[in-house]
């Protein structure tokens, strides 16, 4: 996936394609100057923008893949952010409570199944009830599977559906998180950041940008009263089909904006 990037010095627009780390090196095209550029986003986040923007340009089956690796990450972060919230909770000093928040989720990284098994618990430590939305059905296991693993050719509605279940999953499960959890999983990042930005060589300006996705403008959006998953005890329909139509038409244009502005000089800000 690219976006593109304005350079602090001349203000041309630069292209560059989404790095894993969310660090970006780039060199002006323009004027030569060199900037780094720090993405402040959820690997989640990428990959549902990156499954709607090829859900949109009509690579469907393609979606799919994105969708689901959004899904599986997403119960990382939601791991994540409780281990980190209780550890905050308990007074525990945030590097210790990290490191041992790495070492733990090292004998799960290579098996989605084992950090399915994570989530459960923390769903149950956190909110006191049963994860009874990870059954196969409500997670859409069997047409992930015969998409990624079996061939099939889904077509678009199919894949609509698949992403109005994952969407409408993530967002309830998220609007139901504490912001000390979130916060504390954010920092993670804003660590590798600070490190990488100890580590810039002169004359490199480092560039920090937000972009807009699909889950980030409603998250940082106060949420209405009466509106959270948490105020309703969970009682809002997993799969919201609306709430995905909803958010694309908020937010899907926020998406393409980036590959329309690349061959569109001086677009808007
Ligand atoms: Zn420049």
Redo the contacts with the bound molecule.
Sequence with gaps: MFFVTM?P????ENRVEFADSSVHDVT?G????RACVFVRKQKFEVLFDLGTRALMDGYAREAVASFAAALERFFEFYVRAFALERAADSAQEFGEALGLLEGTWRHVASQSERQLGMFALAYLLREGREPDFLTAKALGADFRNRVIHRGYLPRRAEVEEYAALVFGLIDRLLSGMGPVGVMQAELVQEQAFARHLEALPAGVTAVFEEHPGMFRARRFAPVPPGKSAASKGGSAPLNDAAAFARALDERGAGLSVFKVRAHRAGGEG
């Design positions: 350079c010095v001349c203000g041309g002006c323009a004027c030569g100057a």
